[in-house]
């Protein structure tokens, strides 16, 4: 899938998990193509390799859902609900209704599983997998959602996320 993954035995500083981190990023980009986006540890550039890796259309959202922080290219395969979010605009009320009733906000809260939104052809909203971000201590980040786009999404899609989430 094009990511990473680095073991961190429990009890490590962050300081030398950043260095080794950091270590590693250096040495991807010396291998980058020329022309290929950066492998900098900015959002943009992870919706970016979250995309790649899921085939599907990301968004990564503040812990309370309000606020789009990152997303990435559409290419015409947003739904009307991905657009209304980026937008600013929030998702129509009823859909905000449907993922409480479902618990979707709190297994994002506790992090850890990825939840599957099924898609909703009567509204034109498309199918999402969604996983809670949680810092040092558990506290939540935010949340990372992707969307189905013309096409399915790949087979690891949820793996890919739990990866992202970490």
Partial sequence: AGLGAISIASGIRWDRVL????DRLDRAREKWAAGASSADLDLTGLVSVIAEGTGGLVSI???TSARVLAYSPSRGEADPLRVQTILGRGGPPEYLDRLRRWGVFEAIARGG???DVPDHPEHAWRRRLVIGVHGPGGRHLGSIWVQE???PLRPDAADTLRGAAV
């Fill in 61 to 63: 959202e503040d812990p």
């Fill in 113 to 115: 599983e990825v939840v």
């Fill in 149 to 151: 786009g013309d096409g």
């Fill in 19 to 22: 260095v080794v981190v950091q």
